[in-house]
């Protein structure tokens, strides 16, 4: 018997190399901005652009978000 906890559990899409890539030049940084926005280090940014790591957690949550609003993302830079 299986008890019904009332969470939901939502699964996120990794972004790919590929999607990285074309959302951080949509975004017009370089690899060193684009992680300092990202709180990572920018050889974790190359790492997934070449598809050696997959980002996870709260950086595929994050990618994922800026993915839905590049314009957006890129209106509050500029404005910064």
Same mark, same amino acid.
């Given at each position: 018997?299986?008890?019904?906890?009332?969470? /939901?559990?939502?699964?996120?899409?990794?972004?790919? &190399?590929?999607?990285?890539?074309?959302?951080? %030049?949509e975004l017009? #940084?370089?690899?060193?901005?684009?992680?300092?926005?990202?709180g990572v280090?920018?050889?974790? /940014?190359?790492?997934?652009?070449?598809?050696?790591? &997959?980002?996870?957690?709260i950086a595929?949550? %994050?990618?994922?978000? #800026?993915?839905?609003?590049?314009?957006?993302?890129?209106?509050?830079?500029?404005?910064?």
């Open positions: 018997m299986t008890r019904d906890t009332g969470l /939901v559990c939502t699964l996120h899409k990794v972004p790919t &190399d590929d999607e990285i890539v074309q959302l951080r %030049t017009g #940084l370089t690899q060193s901005q684009f992680a300092e926005l990202l280090s920018r050889h974790t /940014v190359q790492s997934w652009e070449l598809n050696r790591n &997959d980002p996870s957690g595929a949550k %994050t990618l994922n978000m #800026l993915k839905s609003k590049p314009r957006l993302v890129r209106r509050l830079l500029e404005a910064a």
